[in-house]
């Protein structure tokens, strides 16, 4: 079964979801985040999410607030209003009878998960997948002109995806208080790392250093040929592939 659904957050901004359950009741659950400017329709989470519930979960993917089919604004979209958009979702699977949730994320969705999952004692995994592991405070990323616009004006737009979208001096603000070393040493839950060897975007590299970062408990897979966004048919075959049976392996050895 398959069912569009909204649910607020803790602003009273409706966010979209698509709540995915299996034939037959279950108690074991994953939640999907979304690339940075992207939505809960992405292919490969699609995917993930068809895989995850022929094996028994229920799975909820969601529109963080700003984008999608979500309310709010996107200027607002800061890791930590989306870090408690990720636990509002717990709380929603909480209510359909899932008691080990699993969370996992593409891009800026891996990373809300991580960080989420480290202040998180009712997620028992999290799978990453094409994550950075620089640092969040991306102003060394923007070129010599958005850098005194960001001075200037104490915000900056961009064009993603066919949208004018504002970034404002608060969202690098926001990101900065979050120091990856930190957050991977206290992230007491197996992890799962996925990255294709040919993203463009984020190097394969940041896979490997989000391994060292934390080397006990974590799970590194690498997927020859795949983009940013797993594009290829095959990959995000085997990408769905390896996310379903790892946390299907996870949750059965616990009992669920």
Same mark, same amino acid.
């Given at each position: 079964?398959?069912?569009?659904? *909204?649910?607020?957050?803790?602003?009273?901004? +409706?966010?979209?979801?698509?709540?995915?359950?299996?034939?037959?009741?279950?108690?074991?659950?994953?939640?999907?985040?979304?690339?940075?400017?992207? @939505?809960?329709?992405?292919?490969?989470?699609?995917?993930?999410?068809?895989?995850?519930?022929?094996?028994?979960?229920?799975?909820?993917?969601?529109?963080?607030?700003?984008?999608?089919?979500?309310?709010?604004?996107f200027s607002e979209s800061f890791y930590s209003k989306q870090i408690a958009e990720m636990k509002t979702a717990a709380s929603f699977m @909480?209510?359909?009878?899932?008691?080990?949730?699993?969370?996992?994320?593409?891009?800026?969705?891996?990373?809300?998960?991580?960080?989420?999952?480290?202040?998180?004692?009712?997620?028992?995994?999290?799978?990453?997948?094409?994550?950075?592991?620089?640092?969040?405070?991306?102003?060394?990323?923007?070129?010599?002109?958005? &850098?005194?616009? &960001?001075?200037?004006?104490? +915000?900056?737009? /961009?064009?993603?995806?066919?949208? +004018?979208?504002?970034?404002?001096?608060?969202?690098?603000? $926001?990101?900065?208080?979050?120091?990856?070393? =930190?957050?991977?040493?206290?992230?007491?839950?197996?992890?799962?790392?996925?990255?294709?060897?040919? =993203?463009? /975007?984020?190097?394969?590299?940041?896979?490997? *250093? &989000?391994?060292?970062? *934390?080397?006990? $408990?974590? =799970?590194?897979?690498? /997927?020859?040929?795949?983009?940013?966004?797993?594009?290829? $048919?095959?990959?995000?075959?085997?990408?769905?592939?390896?996310?379903?049976?790892?946390? *299907?392996?996870?949750?059965?050895?616990?009992?669920?």
């Open positions: 079964m398959q069912q569009q659904i *909204k649910f607020p957050n803790l602003y009273g901004e +409706k966010l979209a979801g698509t709540f995915h359950a299996p034939l037959e009741d279950s108690s074991r659950g994953i939640i999907l985040g979304h690339c940075f400017t992207c @939505s809960r329709h992405t292919r490969v989470l699609r995917d993930i999410s068809q895989g995850l519930v022929n094996e028994g979960f229920k799975v909820l993917r969601f529109d963080f607030s700003g984008n999608g089919q979500s309310e709010g604004n @909480s209510a359909q009878g899932v008691s080990w949730i699993g969370l996992a994320g593409h891009s800026m969705g891996a990373m809300v998960a991580m960080l989420a999952a480290a202040e998180m004692a009712n997620v028992r995994a999290v799978c990453s997948l094409a994550a950075k592991a620089s640092p969040l405070d991306t102003t060394h990323l923007l070129s010599e002109n958005q &850098l005194q616009e &960001l001075k200037h004006a104490g +915000k900056l737009h /961009i064009i993603s995806r066919g949208r +004018k979208l504002e970034l404002t001096e608060a969202f690098f603000k $926001d990101a900065a208080q979050y120091k990856l070393t =930190d957050i991977m040493a206290s992230l007491h839950q197996p992890l799962l790392v996925v990255h294709g060897d040919q =993203d463009e /975007i984020i190097s394969v590299e940041d896979a490997y *250093k &989000l391994h060292q970062f *934390k080397p006990v $408990d974590t =799970d590194l897979a690498i /997927i020859p040929g795949a983009d940013h966004m797993f594009s290829q $048919d095959e990959h995000r075959q085997q990408v769905a592939e390896l996310v379903v049976q790892w946390f *299907k392996r996870l949750a059965t050895e616990e009992g669920f």
